[in-house]
Each structure stands twice: as C-alpha cells, then as structure tokens.
C-alpha cells in the first residue's frame, strides 16, 4: 500500500528535527542570557531567580509584536516553516554578529572622517605610535568636541550609516538562506 503523495503545502508544514533543534537552542540561548544578565549578581539565590524570571518575562513581551507580524503575514501553503526558521537562526547568530562588528567598524571610520572634516586638530593627540585617535577615548584625554561635531557624528552613524547596514545584512541573509521567487 502506497501512502498517498504529500501536496506542497503539507511537506512544508511539517517541522523538521533540524528545525525543532535550532528553535532549542535559540530557546536555550535565550534562556542563559536572561540567566546571566540579572543585576546585581551578588544577590541571594531566591531574588536572583525572581530577576531571572523578570528577564525572562521581558524577553516574552518583546516577542509578542514581531510574532503578531509574523503570522498576519506567512502563509502556510506558499512558504517553507523550515526554511523561515533556518532564516530566522541565521539571522539571530551569525547574522547579528557579523552585523554588529561590521557597524563598530564603519561608525569608527565615519566618526573618525566627521572629526577629520569638523576637528582635523583631534590627530595631534595620537600618540607616538602610529595609531590613530579613536572617537571612543576623547573623554581619557579630557578632550571635549564641539556640540556639531557629536550632531554630525550621530547623525551620519545612527541615521545614515547603520540603517543602510542592517537593511543590506537583512537582504543577504535572506538571499543566502532561502530561495527567493522571482
């Protein structure tokens, strides 16, 4: 007796063990960082479980919007379950992670061109090493910038370069990780 043959739209509903295993160690992960964030640490183990529990609570919040979305758009018989979750583990991982470093690095290079552009006299505080002067320790040499030079600074970062970034990560994790249609 043959099983009868599975419509696209029943195989893709089906979660895979890979799936179920990424979404536990997302959990996990998740878990362990609300675990190891609690503030103070010094405290008694029973108030250091009610923090934990805290933490745990507003992580809980924070997914309720994004997962609201998600449903009111996924469609069960066009979309693969498993490939949305292999998406979303990337993106969590890998994807942050290679997007956070790459937006410490451009911030410092973008703070570094505003303050040669507004303030090009910050670079006789390099030391004799041939390092330049990063944006990050003007305050240990008591060096205080000018207010259009912080404006020019955070505007170019948080408004320009950083949303370009995360918008460019998004699209390539989604282009690597699933096929999309045409």
Known sequence: MNPKPQSLAEASARLSFDAIQKLSLLLVGVALACYSGVSPRNLPLTE????????????????????????????????????????????????????????????????????CWFEPGIFSLAPKVPVPVLPWVLRDVHYRPKRITLFAADFATSCVACPIIEEYAKLKILQWTVRLPR
């Open 48 to 115: 250091y479980n009610l923090q934990f529990y805290e933490n745990l609570r507003l992580v809980s919040l924070a997914v309720i919007a994004p997962l609201v979305q998600l449903l009111s758009v996924f469609d069960a018989r066009e979309n693969d379950i498993n490939a949305l979750i292999n998406t979303f583990f990337v993106s969590f991982t890998a994807g942050y992670a290679i997007t956070f470093a790459f937006e410490v690095l451009v911030t410092t290079l973008v703070r570094l061109g505003v303050f």
